[in-house]
């Protein structure tokens, strides 16, 4: 069964250029207005382009904000991260560009919140196509620590994998704490590395 985003996907597409244009400006509508009132005229307008051309390479707002966040984490061409420890991973994944502790994807993550909780097709293509890539690349630092002998085979990656950021993005949103390399430290050291070396 095909979804909004499949379907974007065999759409005409926009020139390189402007289509990274109207991602970056559906991104900044995002964060400054939030899920439920960004609107494709809102996006157009900011984008400089015609809501027709909108719609003909995406056919709602749920395609083009997924696509806009897929932008967003698209890095160039880099090599796995792979520092020789558990814990030199974790830091330099989520304390670089597209981590924790960058603001774009803070308030790109604040703004969907709402969306993922009343939006079922919203949540659905979310967890898929931007989520889903986030916790392999983390299962994959779990893996990499399994081979080399750092933390115990029987660790339940798939637990600890999205532990990490539960933990910091639930300190921003109930205590109101902005994610720092500091607090991303702490609880790699007081949380994630003794709960992953207790596992056996």
Not at 128 to 140: M, Y
Not at 158 to 168: D, S
Request: aromatic share 4%; proline share 6%; net charge negative.
């Amino acid at each position: 069964m095909s979804t909004q985003t499949d379907t974007a996907q065999t759409r005409p597409r926009v020139d390189g250029v402007r289509e990274a244009e109207i991602l970056e400006a559906t991104l900044q509508v995002l964060a400054e207005v939030g899920y439920d009132r960004l609107t494709m005229d809102a996006v157009a307008l900011r984008g400089k382009a015609s809501k027709a051309t909108l719609y003909r390479r995406w056919n709602g707002k749920v395609a083009l904000i997924i696509e806009g966040l897929q932008h967003h984490h698209q890095l160039p061409e880099e090599p796995v991260v792979d520092t020789g420890t558990l814990r030199g991973d974790l830091i330099e994944s989520y304390c670089g560009t597209r981590g924790l502790t960058d603001k774009p994807e803070v308030a790109a993550f604040g703004a969907v919140l709402t969306a993922i909780m009343r939006d079922p097709e919203f949540a659905a293509a979310f967890r898929r196509d931007v989520i889903a890539p986030k916790l392999a690349a983390a299962s994959a630092v779990f893996e990499r620590a399994v081979q080399r002998g750092e933390i115990p085979p029987g660790v339940d990656i798939e637990l600890l994998a999205p532990a990490l950021a539960g933990i910091v993005m639930h300190r921003l949103i109930l205590v109101g704490e902005a994610p720092t390399r500091d607090l991303v430290t702490s609880v790699i050291d007081q949380i994630i590395l003794p709960a992953a070396a207790a596992a056996a």
